[in-house]
């Protein structure tokens, strides 16, 4: 949990609102990612940054967008919420063969 | 396509026992191995960390071997505690572009 934290931890939103994540971390880490955690599933990868205004998709990147304008934040974006983006969301960081460190998780129940 | 697998899917042990938690990977290139243990209701925490060369890593109550030919990986808890109650995840990192795959994870449960 050391300097990474998520924001809001728990949001109960209606379809088709867009809905904003917010990581933030203070490890000065270059690398940054987004996962979704469901029963059933492991960990799955939406989106990562290597660095400011620099992100990639993941396996699962349908329906999200990301920005990253600082190196300590990194914002997951459901443009349109539907159903099936509930959810727990974890954000993490590291710099590769280090240890990752992963925030407290942002339940996110779409209605 | 990168993949991996943990097993048994879910465990329960008494305390004061020891229990394995087994875990196969399909990643290439390979970079390194992490076990991360997983409370309910908060992120993942790292446990080890092994890379390619490294057969056996220990954390207090926590051992975890690699075996980089067979591409296994076990995580054995000696004398459980309550508090070991959680779920334990197993991720490989790639050396292509940092990236770590997740198992699905072992939900244990320790009881008195």
């Known amino acids: 949990d050391a300097g990474i934290t998520q924001s809001p931890r728990h949001k109960v939103t209606e379809t088709g609102t867009p809905v904003t994540l917010r990581c933030h971390q203070t490890?000065?880490?270059?690398?940054m990612y987004w996962y979704r955690q469901d029963p059933g599933h492991g960990l799955r990868l939406i989106h990562y940054?290597?660095?400011?205004?620099?992100?990639d998709k993941g396996e699962v990147s349908d329906g999200y967008s990301v920005s990253r304008s600082k190196t300590e934040d990194f914002l997951l974006t459901l443009e349109s919420a539907t159903s099936s983006q509930t959810s727990v969301y974890f954000c993490?960081?590291?710099?590769?063969?280090?240890?990752?460190?992963f925030g407290q998780g942002t339940r996110l129940t779409v209605v | 396509k990168n993949q991996v697998e943990q097993s048994p899917q879910s465990l329960i042990i008494l305390e004061g026992k020891n229990c394995t938690l087994q875990?196969?990977?399909?990643?290439?290139?390979?970079?390194?191995l992490r076990w991360y243990k997983q409370d309910t209701g908060r992120g993942p925490v790292s446990l080890t960390i092994?890379?390619?060369?490294?057969n056996t890593k220990s954390n207090g109550r926590y051992t975890a071997t690699l075996d980089a030919d067979t591409k296994q990986s076990s995580l054995h808890i000696t004398a459980s505690q309550l508090s070991d109650s959680a779920s334990y995840i197993c991720?490989?990192?790639?050396?292509?572009?940092?990236?770590?795959?997740f198992g699905g994870g072992t939900r244990l449960m320790v009881k008195p």
């Open positions: 490890e000065n880490h270059r690398y």
């Open positions: 092994m890379t390619f060369s490294e």
């Open positions: 991720a490989v990192e790639s050396n292509a572009g940092n990236m770590l795959t």
């Open positions: 940054s290597y660095g400011v205004k620099d992100t």
């Open positions: 993490a960081s590291w710099t590769g063969n280090t240890e990752a460190f």
């Open positions: 875990c196969n990977y399909t990643v290439s290139p390979f970079s390194n």
